[in-house]
């Protein structure tokens, strides 16, 4: 597999990885104000929560058009990429 | 602990989300169309549920009694708000059904179309001056001599149920001669000549520790009468 391929198949997975932590960082907040109450939480959760979850959205959203478009670029095979791609197995 | 209708649904979504999060972290599936759509469920449409549904109840909390009595330098206020006995005109609305526990956020929130909204930016300088102006260290006999409103209260608030139209108002003598002062704000319906101060026990406060000299009392005086 070329190098350009290799880095579109981590990018992807790393993204949608990244921003499945993004989104349980912004899930939390956005609880713990709800169960707190306390004045600073639940301005964190309405600002940094909100910002977090939607930071984690993009970035899948961007994985996915990675991957939607990784055809007409440069991988003309398509299999779905396996969650378990890391640098050693896509040697 | 109370917790709302969409607290519990914020609580709910959020527990789902995580779940799916959490199992395509574990198992590492391939990333098909299935996949992407659990992911799709789990990164944008739970989340955004959790998000809508956190801001409604958290924006709820924000106008409780309880929530502004959660600062420690509000908590003099807040004893005498709920305080049954107590003959402030903060505590004699507080036990109005109409303001309740929610008496804080129905006397001092803005009115108007954005009024809502204004109200919500104007606790924001609250919370900044809170965390980050000093008013944490503050002890709560400090707090009560020299925090006061940004800006004389607006009357326009206290009108807000009392019209000024009905007879029984009319027919009081200074109403009637102080009615342009009272309009434009510059005599406050919550003044000691008047109803009253809402907050009496501050006033106090700053008397006690007033001097001719004291800043407190300069910065009390500039400002005129106030709530």
Same mark, same amino acid.
């Given at each position: 597999?070329?190098?350009?391929?290799?880095?579109?198949?981590?990018?992807?997975?790393?993204?949608?990885?990244?921003?499945?932590?993004?989104?349980?960082?912004?899930?939390?907040?956005? &609880?713990?104000?709800?169960? &707190?109450?306390?004045?600073?939480?639940?301005?964190?959760?309405? &600002?940094?929560?909100?910002?977090?979850?939607?930071?984690?959205?993009?970035?899948?959203?961007?994985?996915?058009?990675?991957?939607?478009?990784?055809?007409?670029?440069?991988?003309?095979?398509?299999?779905?990429?396996?969650?378990?791609?890391?640098?050693?197995?896509?040697? | 602990?109370?917790? /709302?209708?969409?607290?519990?649904?914020?609580?709910? +979504? $959020?527990?789902?989300?995580?779940?799916?999060?959490?199992?395509?972290?574990? !198992?590492?599936?391939?990333?098909?169309?299935?996949?992407?759509?659990?992911?799709?469920?789990?990164?944008?449409?739970?989340?955004?549920?959790?998000?809508?549904?956190?801001?409604?109840?958290?924006?709820?909390?924000?106008?409780?009694?309880?929530?502004?009595?959660?600062?420690?330098?509000?908590? #003099? *206020?807040?004893?005498?708000?709920?305080?049954?006995?107590?003959? $402030?005109?903060?505590? !004699?609305?507080?036990?109005?059904?109409?303001?309740? #526990? /929610?008496? =804080?956020?129905? =006397?001092? +929130?803005?009115? #108007?179309?954005?009024?809502?909204?204004?109200?919500?930016? #104007?606790?924001?300088?609250?919370?900044?001056?809170?965390?980050?102006?000093?008013?944490?260290?503050?002890?709560?006999?400090?707090? /009560?001599?020299?925090?006061?409103?940004?800006?004389?209260?607006?009357? +326009?608030?206290?009108?807000? =149920?009392?019209?000024?139209?009905?007879?029984?108002?009319?027919?009081?003598?200074?109403?009637?001669?102080?009615?342009?002062?009272?309009? /434009?704000?510059?005599?406050?319906?919550?003044? +000691?000549? =008047? *109803?009253?101060?809402?907050?009496?026990?501050?006033?106090?406060?700053?008397?006690?520790?007033?001097?001719?000299?004291?800043?407190?009392?300069?910065?009390?005086?500039?400002?005129?009468?106030?709530?």
């Amino acid at each position: 597999m070329k190098l350009p391929a290799k880095l579109i198949r981590l990018s992807i997975i790393g993204l949608i990885r990244f921003a499945c932590g993004l989104a349980l960082v912004g899930l939390a907040i956005m &609880s713990f104000a709800i169960v &707190s109450g306390r004045p600073l939480p639940v301005v964190l959760a309405m &600002s940094v929560g909100h910002m977090v979850g939607m930071a984690s959205l993009a970035c899948f959203l961007l994985a996915v058009f990675i991957d939607a478009t990784r055809p007409l670029v440069i991988d003309e095979n398509r299999a779905p990429l396996d969650a378990n791609t890391d640098s050693k197995s896509i040697e | 602990m109370h917790i /709302e209708l969409t607290g519990i649904v914020t609580l709910s +979504a $959020s527990a789902v989300a995580a779940s799916i999060i959490v199992v395509y972290l574990v !198992r590492r599936p391939a990333l098909d169309l299935t996949v992407k759509l659990w992911l799709l469920v789990g990164l944008g449409v739970l989340p955004g549920i959790v998000a809508a549904s956190s801001t409604a109840s958290n924006m709820h909390r924000t106008t409780d009694r309880s929530f502004c009595g959660s600062c420690h330098v509000m908590e #003099g *206020h807040y004893a005498d708000a709920s305080d049954p006995t107590s003959q $402030s005109l903060a505590a !004699r609305h507080s036990r109005n059904p109409f303001f309740g #526990g /929610e008496s =804080c956020y129905v =006397c001092h +929130a803005d009115y #108007g179309v954005f009024g809502y909204a204004l109200t919500k930016l #104007g606790g924001m300088r609250h919370v900044y001056k809170y965390y980050l102006g000093g008013y944490n260290q503050m002890t709560l006999a400090h707090a /009560e001599r020299v925090i006061r409103l940004l800006k004389p209260y607006d009357n +326009a608030n206290c009108r807000q =149920c009392h019209s000024t139209t009905a007879e029984d108002w009319r027919r009081i003598p200074d109403h009637l001669s102080l009615k342009r002062e009272l309009d /434009e704000s510059r005599v406050s319906c919550a003044s +000691a000549g =008047c *109803h009253g101060y809402a907050h009496p026990f501050t006033k106090v406060a700053a008397l006690d520790s007033a001097t001719p000299s004291s800043s407190v009392a300069t910065t009390d005086r500039s400002r005129g009468a106030r709530p």
